[in-house]
């Protein structure tokens, strides 16, 4: 049975998210920028927190960790590379490592780029990726330690997810990640079919801080580095696919 998912708003434009296992009852939280929203959330839906899951350092991922894990018990686990600056950790994680919530065991992979040690929660049999600031819907997270080169094969490790994945962000920043996109990549059209669907999104309240990565690999322009029009329309056809990232990469910084 495939694990159910809860996606929390948080602060100004975080999202943390639950992670429940209807057989056991094992409930994991990934990031905690703010510990009331979660609790609320856990008590709408009647779950009791089990395990707290950390991508990265930042204190809009990690704010309310302490508080939560003095109000439930919940286990820490976070990437062993960061364990000197993370809340303290019960489980110190590399990549490969598994997760098991429950019934469902997830594999953690290194995304380092936004910060050198930020870790991924790759959730198989539910299809699910909580990618935090590495793959954003629409975007990527700046790159505040980790070098282009770095950043792209970390987005090379989540474009090679199945399809149908859905990836769950750390922010809901899409409109101004899509306002990008246009800028660069003005003529792609399922780029534009999704702006238009994310007007009706946003006046329906939807969250937006999560797609498919079939979605991202059509629209989003950071896992179109490698594309050959997109080059052309920008002089840099003898680009690498690394040096195209980090040229867009740069560009968005400026943006
Ligand atoms: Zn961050
Ligand atoms: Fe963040």
Known sequence: MALEMMAVPCLRDNYAYLLHDPETGRTAVIDVPDTAPVHDALEQRGWRLTDILITHHHDDHVGGVMRLCEDTGAAIWGARADAHRLPPLDHALSEGDRVAIGSEAGVVLDVPGHTIGHIAFHFPDSRLAFTADSLMVCGCGRLFEGTPAQMWSSLCKLMALPEETLIC????????????????????QALAERMDQMVSDRAAGRPMATATIALEK??????????????????????????????????????
């Open 169 to 188: 962000s750390g922010h809901d920043y899409t409109e101004g990640n899509a306002a990008f996109a246009r800028s660069v990549d003005p003529d792609n």
């Open 218 to 255: 059509a629209t989003n322009p950071f896992l179109r580095a490698g594309d050959t029009t997109l080059k052309r329309r920008h002089g840099l056809v003898g680009a690498s696919d690394g040096e195209m990232f980090a040229y867009l990469r740069a560009l968005k910084d400026t943006f």
